[in-house]
């Protein structure tokens, strides 16, 4: 279509209407132009098609599709193919059912395990966050579908989030929440992203140009169209001045008469109106000229690739000699879970799946026995149903528990109350792994839990939200036909009280203080150097893997070079596997509170019993730089780098020290209040400082001390250390007969012109 032609051929009302849906999933048609409706449809993890008279979160009149794993679960497979495979699988459905775009995937960061929508956002960690989430889109988009990157910004708890103000300080927001959508926009190109309801620092979302357009379009160069997460528009005219292209659902005519309105009283200009419709063309038109009405999805295809990547996600936890199960051995699969598993939260992303397969299911052709154990709908205990589980306990080889959280516990709209499992389901372990020492635990969540019975179990098998497939991927792994190579993508704390947004999570009214700064996550647990339940990047293989002959390609470099850094990794066991290597940055000193180390690169790798191979990573000037507010842009400090190529955030295999060196120059202004102590760090003004340095310290009181009294109050120590911290204007104070004001003010002056 010519857009221009036809933005010039619309009118005022015409082009307003484009900028609000038709219905709940339709944009509007301009029958007069020939220009058509194109729908979109919730995701991420499956498509969840409804038509225009549907409720936004119910599923009856849902299409059937397929569940895939949900980001909780693709997350932790570490593998940008497998999640290009998703997105390539969603591509061909939307294609097949005439989606345009499809709402997802979720960048949000885990800031607290309590957020009830975690199961649909990928990690604790933004680089991690924008890869998965870049693979995502890619393999969406490469069906000529698009995707919407959500929800933007600093949307991290379900309580109040309607109506929340985020307040977060400028470098937190770049290093930790924007950063996830800042990888995922640059790599990927999302065809459109999804404001989302909260404030961020008293301004909504949805009217927000510093995010919607001076940082998302002007710094990060996305070029889609903006729409609203559904009902999050406050003030319209204000959120179209701001960047807001596209407000869902249908407003009822009612905001596109205010649009109107605001143009003709002069308080919105028509060309705001001109760039936002012909935004929400170009994206339309991409799809209809590259329309596949003839494709057609295979659901059989998708449930066995939902299988074949729930395999590559699940992460064993513990695993003392019991896993994997030999087929001679009989078996008790015990808990609800094991015969109707949770494999999807509810709420938006809720999919009406073409079937679910269970465990109890898959294992049909196993010796098996089954027991309930436990009631969904309850949190008390079932003595009958326990009692049951113990007896078949008794009589088995091995007891498999399949536990975790009820749908009631973890949902989109409220967040959980702790991280508890129900109490129900910790009884039921606790009872089994009393009478049957070789019991596995088969967890089935959307965040973590605490795990009181950990010591008492001889295995755990965290399965996530592992989608409609979970339960024949489950089997596979449990009896070895699939080696588990999923590493967590969050750390699990001990209890919640850990975490270190837990003072501050939720706020006090609608005001939620992000008081932990960047220190979220592994972050945080490093830094404090705290025991942890299990670290991020944790997880277990039926074999093992040693790192070897790290190497870098330069020891030497400055912030505007890459530096190359390889290592060798050997397949030590008996069975194919498949490691994450997973590359860190340390910075040994900076004058910047930062944590101890960070995420930069990883890589998944397959090796066969003996097998090794080389992996290599290019790291450049953002993998050592921190946020300086100051300079308002990134920056590597001068100094050594330790590059660790680790299994975990805690289980580091391999070092090599790099020396940065900064070719920015820190930005310092000098006034009477700059200590000495600084000023000295930096050569040019300590020379320029040192003879009033001289004068000061042959006239001050402080380092002429006589008598006993006097030199046991005023130590050396002490007389150095205040020397070090005391500001410029100290000096008229101690030594008043060394210098002048003005010759203070001359002094300064020269020390920020470096003359």
Known sequence: MDIKKLIGEMTLEEKAGLCSGADFWHTKTVERLGIPATMVSDGPHGLRKQDEKSDHLGVNDSIKAVCFPTACATAS????????????????????????????????????????????????DPYLAAQMAGSHIKGVQSKQVGTSLKHFLANNQEHRRMTSDSVIDERTLREIYLAAFEGA?????????????????????SENRRYLTDILREEWGFDGYVMSDWGAVNDRVAGAQAGLDLEMPSSGGINDAVLVEAVREGRLKEEVLDQAAARILTIADRYLKNRKSDTIWDKEAHHELARKMEGECAVLLKNQEIL??????????????????????????????????SAVEAARDKRVIYAQGYEIDSDRVNSTLLEEAVE??????????????????????????????????????????????NTVVVLHNGSPVEMPWIDKVKGVLEAYLGGQAVGGAIVDILYGHVNPSGKLAETFPRKLEDNPSYLYYGGEKDVTEYREGVFVGYRYYDKKNMEVLFPFGYGLSYT??????????????????????????????????????????????SQAIRPVRELREFAKIELEPGETKTVSFTLGKRAFSYYHVGMKDWFAETGTYLIHAASSSRDLRQKIAVKVESTVKEPVVYNLNSIIGDILTDPDAADIIKPLLERYKKGSALGNSEGEAAKSAI??????????????????????????????????????NKR
Not at 95 to 123: D, H, T, W
Not at 185 to 205: D, F, H, L
Not at 340 to 347: A, E, I, N, V
Not at 401 to 410: Q, V, Y
Request: net charge negative; glycine share 6%.
């Open 77 to 124: 497979s570490f593998d940008r193919e497998l999640l290009t495979s998703l997105g390539e699988a969603l591509g061909e459905e939307c294609q097949a059912e005439n989606v345009s775009v499809i709402l997802g995937p979720a960048v949000n960061i885990k800031r607290s395990p309590l957020c009830g929508r975690n199961f649909e956002y990928f990690s604790e």
């Open 185 to 205: 926009v640059e790599s990927a190109k999302p065809w459109t992203v999804m404001c989302s309801y909260n404030k961020i620092n008293g301004t909504y979302a």
């Open 324 to 357: 994997p199960l030999t087929d001679s051995n009989e078996v008790a699969f015990i808990g609800y879970f094991a015969a109707h598993p949770r494999y999807q939260g509810g709420g938006s992303s809720h999919i009406n799946s073409t079937r679910v397969e």
């Open 392 to 437: 078949a306990a008794k009589k088995v080889k091995t007891a498999v528990i399949f536990a975790g959280l009820p749908d009631s516990f973890e949902s989109e709209g409220y967040d959980r109350a702790h991280m508890a499992m129900p109490e129900c389901q910790n009884a039921l372990i606790e009872g089994v792994a009393a009478v049957q020492p």
């Open 544 to 589: 093992t893997f040693e790192y070897s002959n790290m190497k870098a390609d330069k020891l030497v470099m400055t912030d505007n070079d890459t530096v190359t850094v390889s290592l060798d990794v050997t397949n030590t066991g008996k069975v194919k596997g498949k490691e994450v290597v997973q590359i860190y940055v340390e910075a040994q000193e």
């Open 715 to 752: 130590t050396q120590q002490m007389d150095d250390a205040m020397f070090q911290y005391m500001p410029l204007r100290q000096i008229l104070s101690f030594a008043p007969q060394v210098s002048s004001f003005k010759e203070m003010q001359e002094l300064v002056d020269r020390l920020n």
